[in-house]
């Protein structure tokens, strides 16, 4: 509950310390904690990555651990008041292995559902598609990482046949010649990678930006190019189509190490550059300026990032950029290539290890009966009793309360009522369950909605490995113990394991080892065994080679061989180790500005607020940085609408509208108004997003709506 319990604490005994990372984003910064009387202090640890560097949110982070309104008892919904009130562990234990057995037993296995999150750490994200698939046995999985690495992760997977965000090690960056950023804002959302863009700067390098607006990472480079939101992969054909009228194209390479090119020759020829400076503002000086700095580079990297992959045609968009990357000879190349920007924490790992709705551990497919086989015979059971593929995470959401969707809904690690497209919609499903269990160590408005809330441990309270943007696979490191009466996210799992398998496990099976073991080290090592031969290969990293170099990257088939920080050097891992060339054309937003909606929406992040706010709007210090939500427009739209800076203005789509004060910007489109996502209530900017989703990615169109804004209060 929200009294304020402390730990026990070390007060009066030497400070202990521990070499870990931060919480919060994938770069994943080393830091090492230090608890003196009780007080935890955070001080920058050099890794490769941050290079001891760290953002505001980093050298906060450990504010949380002892914060008032840390969640430490169980929480369930009296009937009587509908309040969330105090409950023992075992009322909240009961209730909902009553709930589940009772949903279960009326509607199917499928009626349970299971929300999971990227930032949770490789053997918990591993543990809870087990616990999805052998103890709930429901087909009903899926995780945040959907909203966030979906589109690229497709687009890697259909292109080089591997989804690694980055193929190499990040300070690659250092030595581009050119760097090209599509819709990534690093300057705000990973500040440390920063020094590797003066880095390269440094070495003569030009940096190149693509985004809508003039962002603290705009700033710094040689060239930004502005264009109109949602017409990156018009960009992307034309800047091909330079390439290839200006001989930039590498045929050798596309020869000997790809297929597929003829027929996006064909479809990047109608991509003359005057026609994508049309649809995308940006000119065909800067068009060609791009190709050229890109074509001409001895070495040169293309990343890509929310701004361009958060569409309904995201991994088409990447596949343009990929497209560029491989018609240049880039892929393989030392110091050269395409990569991505993954976004939370353990963002890479989350995907890999099975809380994807089509996926099972090792990045194997949950409908390939080789790959079942494998994960059935770590797992001890059947390869016919695992559930077959569900559905991506705003298709499961959507489907909640309805008739035919689950009834009950397990959240681990995302806070959906702020973070989920058309969130008052999603919001709408949520309540509409019979049970909604959300397991945080926070109040999160998700929690608020929930029949059972569970405390949790943090970060610095647990054992367990993250695999960062890179592929790199690091270890958290416990500092303390959680709070009496706290569990962590494993431990939950087993408890829960335990208690809905009690009855249903027939003799012959009751001595065998726990499902769901709650020490991280037995977990990472079945996930090791689950993961052996599969293309995210952790078989031959242990806990103590992590311990031993600055981690490990996958794939690492063997203990004593090596890891692998660059990938494709020598072939893709495709069938015929060719990368693939896709044809892909650009097609409008899924909806469209128009005389009632005038005006592109587009959403993103703020440097002092992470993610849904649930964490970092209770920090000071970031609550003093970054107070509140705003809405960033053209000063020429908010003469129109009669409004000065500060000035509460509504913003308005088909879906629903937020209210928060205008910040004035001379360089933002004046087609186009943007706001963070971090804030619930009334500036939820959920409440306006579209729910449109890619076709193969399920990635919902978090960056582009049609929206008219209007002054909130009359003068
Ligand atoms: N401070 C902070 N850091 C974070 C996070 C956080 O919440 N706060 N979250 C982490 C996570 S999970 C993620 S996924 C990453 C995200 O990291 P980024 O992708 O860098 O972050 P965003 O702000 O979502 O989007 C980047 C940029 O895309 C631009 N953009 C919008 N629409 C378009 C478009 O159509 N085309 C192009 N080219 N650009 C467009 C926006 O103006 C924005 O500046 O950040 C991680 N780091
Ligand atoms: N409009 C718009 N919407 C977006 C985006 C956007 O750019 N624009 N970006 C999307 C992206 S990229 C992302 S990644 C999502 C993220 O959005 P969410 O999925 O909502 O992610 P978080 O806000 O990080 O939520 C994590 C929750 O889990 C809790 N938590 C943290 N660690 C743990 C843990 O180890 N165990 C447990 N049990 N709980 C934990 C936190 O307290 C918090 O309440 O938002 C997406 N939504
Ligand atoms: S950049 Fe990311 S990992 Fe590094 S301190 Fe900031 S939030 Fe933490
Ligand atoms: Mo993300």
Not at 3 to 23: L, M, Q, V
Not at 57 to 83: I, M, Q
Not at 482 to 510: F, K, M
Request: neutral net charge; proline residues 8%.
């Amino acid at each position: 509950m929200t009294d304020g319990t402390r730990p026990a604490t070390a007060a009066g005994r030497p400070p202990i310390e521990a070499a870990t990372h931060c919480p919060y984003c994938a770069l994943q910064c080393g830091m090492t904690l230090r608890e003196a009387d009780g007080e935890v202090a955070v001080l920058p640890r050099w890794f490769p990555t941050n290079q001891g560097g760290l953002c505001q949110k980093g050298w906060t982070a450990a504010e949380l651990l002892d914060h008032p309104d840390r969640l430490t008892t169980a929480l369930l919904r009296d009937p009587a008041s509908g309040e969330l009130r105090p409950a023992s562990w075992d009322a909240a234990l009961d209730r909902i292995v009553t709930g589940i057995r009772t949903i279960q037993a009326s509607h199917g296995r499928d009626a349970v559902a299971v929300f999971g999150g990227g930032g949770l750490t490789n053997e918990k994200a591993y543990a809870l598609g087990k616990f999805a698939r052998v103890v709930l046995r429901t087909r009903h999985i899926d995780y945040n990482g959907r909203f966030c690495m979906s589109s690229a992760a497709a687009a890697g997977m259909r292109a080089f046949g591997v989804d690694r965000g980055l193929p190499f090690p990040l300070a690659d960056l250092g030595t581009a010649d050119t760097l090209l950023l599509v819709g990534a804002n690093p300057a705000e959302t990973m500040p440390p990678l920063v020094r590797w863009l003066t880095e390269q700067r440094r070495r003569g390098g030009r940096l190149i930006v693509v985004d809508p607006r003039v962002t603290a990472t705009a700033r710094q480079a040689d060239l930004h190019l502005q264009p109109l939101p949602g017409t990156d992969l018009a960009v992307a054909n034309a800047l091909l189509h330079i390439a290839l009228t200006e001989g930039f194209v590498d045929h050798s390479y596309v020869a000997g190490r790809t297929t597929g090119f003829d027929e996006v020759r064909r479809a990047v020829a109608e991509w003359w550059p005057a026609r994508a400076e049309a649809l995308s503002g940006v000119s065909v000086a800067d068009l060609e300026t791009t190709a050229r700095a890109l074509g001409g580079a001895g070495r040169a990297i293309i990343l890509t990032a929310r701004g361009a992959e958060q569409h309904a045609k995201g991994v088409d968009t990447v596949t343009g950029y990929v497209n560029l990357a491989l018609a240049l000879g880039l892929p393989g190349r030392p110091g050269s290539g395409y990569g991505c920007l993954t976004g939370q924490g353990n963002g890479q790992g989350g995907r890999e290890h099975g809380q994807k709705a089509d996926q099972l551990p090792g990045y194997r497919r949950i409908d390939n009966p080789a790959d079942r086989e494998h994960v059935a015979t770590v797992w001890g059971v059947p390869a016919d009793d695992l559930p077959g593929p569900g559905v991506p995470a705003y298709r499961l959401l959507d489907s909640l309360g309805t008739p035919d969707g689950p009834k009950a809904l397990l959240v681990f690690g995302s806070n959906p009522v702020v973070s989920a497209p058309r969130a008052a919609r999603i919001e709408g499903r949520l309540r509409d369950l019979d049970l909604l269990v959300v397991v945080d160590f926070l109040r999160s408005e998700t929690a608020a909605l929930a029949d059972v809330v569970l405390p949790t441990a943090q970060w610095a309270e647990e054992d367990g490995t993250m695999t960062n943007l890179e592929g790199r696979v690091l270890r958290r490191r416990a500092l303390r113990e959680p709070p009496p009466g706290v569990r962590t996210d494993l431990e939950l799992l087993a408890a829960l394991a335990t208690a809905l398998e009690q009855g249903a496990v027939s003799p012959s099976t009751v001595d065998r080892k726990p499902t769901i073991p709650p020490e991280p080290q037995v977990v990472f090592e079945e996930l090791r065994a689950a993961s052996a031969g599969g293309l995210a290969d952790y078989a031959g990293i242990s806990w103590e080679r992590i311990d031993a170099r600055a981690g490990a990257f996958w794939p690492c088939p063997d203990s004593d061989g090596p890891d692998t920080p660059r990938l494709f050097a020598d072939r893709f891992p495709t069938p015929d180790g060719r990368a693939r060339f896709h044809a892909v054309q650009h097609r409008p937003a899924a909806e469209e500005v128009c005389a009632a909606y005038p005006l592109h929406f587009t959403t993103g992040r703020v440097l002092a607020q992470y993610q849904s706010g649930t964490q970092t709007r209770r920090v000071p210090a970031l609550r003093q940085a970054a107070p509140a939500a705003f809405v960033e427009l053209h000063p020429d739209v908010a003469d129109r609408l009669g409004v000065v800076d500060g000035e509460l203005v509504r913003v308005l789509s088909r879906r629903g509208e937020l209210v928060a004060p205008a910040r004035l910007s001379p360089t933002i489109r004046p087609d186009t108004v943007f706001a963070p996502f971090h804030w619930g209530g009334a500036a939820r900017a959920n409440t306006v997003t579209n729910d449109a989703v890619d076709p193969i990615s399920g990635m919902p169109e978090f960056k582009i709506c049609a929206v008219r804004v209007e002054k909130a209060v009359a003068t």
